[in-house]
């Protein structure tokens, strides 16, 4: 059983490296005037530390000290609860990248869960990941637990909305039944039932703020197709229903496949010839389909349907007029 000399050491041990890994160069009187232990006890600690496999070398000077340089080897590592938690949802984000990382990164996730308060483990357990993807929203990561938890707990969310190109909440404050909070595309959406509008929605996480508490409890509802991924990416795609393009068309293009494959996006590229090739694909428009397929630099021959070709007469017109 530790005593309690043995549990003061430890808990300055601790300090004194997260002192350390704070800044730099560190003088030996302001540790010890930090720590309340003599330049001497801090000498012994420090000697504990580099035993433990912690690099820290002695820094010259009139008030000499200490200082943590990268080593060789992987010593202990020492975080934060902040520090924790963001390292946990990273690595359960990386289980899903398909990085070719997924068993490291959790064994990794399991061996720092195994060591984190309970209170801690059960904030990250709260969070739940639908689809992985490149990450890189700006939400904080107490709105991500928060938004996690209420889909976990099932909890009808209150919060205001800011709307594209408006600063400001846009109206009153929403109100979702949350099923799943899902990354894609370097953002969070938040994907729900609406009660007042009878209908799904989806949300883009960075743009909610959250009122509490949150609403009352609600049964479990399966997303149109039961698979959420495919769900989102159906509505990005302007569908209410099925995961594809409502716009979809074919032609042939005056350029090598090679030219074409890299912006073809999730069309369909067949090789005609040394500069001809065939491209199958879609958008939420017909309009918007003709001008993304104008945008090869080359002659494009449309296959169909009639309404692509139509497409491209209008975009046709609009550049004429623009051009005068």
Same mark, same amino acid.
């Given at each position: 059983m530790p005593t309690a000399s043995s549990t003061t050491t430890s808990s300055r041990l601790l300090s004194l490296l997260s002192m350390l890994q704070a800044r730099r160069d560190w003088p030996g009187m302001l540790l010890a005037e930090r720590l309340g232990v003599s330049e001497r006890t801090v000498r012994r600690d420090v000697d504990r530390l580099r035993e433990l496999g912690y690099p820290i070398q002695? *820094?010259?000077? %009139?008030? +000499?000290?200490?200082? @943590?340089? &990268?080593? #060789?080897?992987?010593?202990?590592?020492?975080f934060d609860e902040e520090q924790a938690v963001a390292l946990a949802v990273a690595l359960r984000m990386a289980v899903g990248t398909g990085a070719g990382i997924e068993e490291a990164a959790a064994r990794a996730l399991a061996t720092v869960r195994q060591v984190?308060?309970?209170?801690?483990?059960?904030?990250?357990?709260?969070?739940?990941?639908?689809?992985?993807?490149? *990450?890189?929203? %700006?939400? +904080?990561?107490?709105? @991500?637990? &928060?938004? #996690?938890?209420?889909?976990?707990?099932?909890?009808?969310?209150r919060f205001d909305y800011r709307s594209p190109g408006r600063p400001e909440d846009d109206g009153p404050p929403r109100r979702v039944q949350p099923h799943h909070l899902v990354a894609r595309h370097g953002r969070w959406y938040v994907v729900g039932w609406a009660p007042e509008r009878e209908d799904w929605r989806i949300y883009r996480a960075d743009r909610m703020t959250l009122r509490v508490p949150n609403g009352?409890?609600?049964?479990?509802?399966?997303?149109?197709?039961?698979?959420?991924?495919?769900?989102?990416?159906?509505?990005?795609?302007g569908s209410d229903n099925a995961d594809a393009w409502p716009c979809r068309g074919e032609v042939v293009l005056g350029l090598p496949a090679a030219d074409v494959a890299p912006f073809a996006g999730d069309g369909v590229v067949e090789e005609l010839g040394p500069a001809r090739t065939r491209l199958t694909t879609g958008s939420w428009s017909w309009a918007g389909l003709a001008a993304s397929l104008?945008?090869?630099?080359?002659?494009?021959?449309?296959?169909?349907?009639?309404?692509?070709?139509?497409?491209?007469?209008?975009?046709?017109?609009?550049?004429?007029?623009?051009?005068?």
């Open positions: 002695a *820094v010259k000077g %009139p008030d +000499g000290g200490y200082r @943590l340089e &990268a080593g #060789s080897q992987v010593p202990p590592l020492l984190m308060p309970s209170r801690l483990r059960q904030r990250v357990d709260a969070l739940e990941i639908s689809a992985a993807d490149s *990450v890189r929203s %700006p939400v +904080g990561i107490d709105v @991500l637990l &928060a938004l #996690s938890a209420a889909v976990r707990a099932g909890e009808e969310l009352p409890r609600f049964g479990p509802r399966e997303v149109p197709g039961g698979d959420v991924a495919a769900f989102l990416s159906a509505r990005f795609k104008a945008r090869f630099d080359c002659e494009i021959e449309v296959i169909g349907p009639p309404a692509l070709r139509e497409a491209f007469a209008e975009l046709s017109g609009r550049a004429a007029r623009a051009a005068r």
